[in-house]
């Protein structure tokens, strides 16, 4: 057997509210939208990974996601712009990432990093 997809799910009463994080911030593509739930996405490859951590690293609470972008200054410039609550960095990391943690609308922990 292969995994070929894990998908994170985030309960939410207004699913519209999703798409000015991840659409407007992180730049995902909005793949399906049924009105009561909208899946976010990107069409190019990657490899499913799922990570248990009784810690964050650096003393950090553990993200309920980490993103990886390649646009991670201008990522956390629009989150500034859009006012979300940035709750820790950034910061370049001893482990070879420079990384940032926000709350989206939902109030999620997401880890927006980059490797170095």
């Not at 798409?19 to 990107?42: A, K, V």
């Not at 069409?43 to 609470?61: D, I, K, W």
């Amino acid at each position: 057997m292969t995994v070929k997809r894990i998908v994170f799910n985030i309960a939410a009463d207004d699913v519209a509210l999703a798409s000015r994080f991840y659409c407007d911030i992180l730049g995902l593509d909005l793949l399906m939208d049924h009105g009561w739930i909208q899946t976010f996405g990107s069409n190019t490859a990657t490899t499913p990974q799922l990570s248990v951590a009784s810690e964050g690293g650096s003393g950090t609470a553990v993200p309920d996601v980490s993103i990886e972008v390649d646009n991670f200054d201008e990522v956390y410039r629009k989150c500034i712009a859009s006012k979300f609550a940035i709750e820790y960095g950034p910061v370049d990391e001893p482990w070879g990432v420079r990384r940032f943690y926000v709350r989206d609308p939902f109030d999620r922990l997401v880890n927006v990093m980059i490797h170095l």
